[in-house]
């Protein structure tokens, strides 16, 4: 099964420590589900998803990446909480045609200081040739004329002014991947990106029996 997006971003934004998005429809079963989120203190011991698995995070650690497999009858709300937090972002995506076991490389990358552009960080090569790689992005302060590198396209960005965007690459070959998010007006960032196996397609091969 190739590798597609089932369900576009659903974005949320509230001044509180607790936000929830939901999907449209019910997350089918072995699917994948990823969540980027971003909250005003770090992730390390203050932001969790219930049953979610955090690959990496940013930007001084105020933004995280999430991903789950849908399990049977999953709900369609994804609640993130974020103990502290007076301003949290949140967007989720559900994926078909990965692993069951689907994360495979991680890298992230912050550097203090104003900058017009700014890396997700380089992974290592990755295990398997047909993967998912889903980057993000938080910057300080809105943004405009943003663009990405190495073939990325934007999932989701707040608009009108964004600060905070997701971006996403289907590969079919083992390599080192990266995205540079690039824009006008120089900001604080942090970059991650993950990457997720595809699921492995079984091959049947026949046996000839010769009856003499």
Known sequence: MAISKVQNAVYIYEVDASVTASFLSTPTEGNLMIALG?????????????????????YADKCGLWYKVAGAAESTDVTLNWTGS?????V????????????DK????????PVTSRTSGTTDTTTVADELCIAGFKVGNTVSAESWS?????????SP???FLLGSRIV??????ETTLSWTTARYAGGLIATFKAAVTSTWIPKVIMVL
């Open 92 to 103: 989720i995506e559900e994926w078909t045609g990965l692993s069951s076991t689907p994360l």
């Open 106 to 113: 991680v890298a992230n990358y912050y550097v203090a200081g």
């Open 172 to 177: 079919a070959s083992t390599g080192t991947y």
């Open 161 to 163: 002014t964004p600060t």
């Open 86 to 90: 007076t301003s949290t972002h949140l």
């Open 38 to 58: 971003a909250g005003s203190t770090v992730v390390t011991g203050n932001a969790s998803i219930s049953g979610w698995t955090l690959a990496t995070s940013t």
């Open 150 to 158: 190495n073939s990325f396209v934007l999932e989701y960005r707040d």
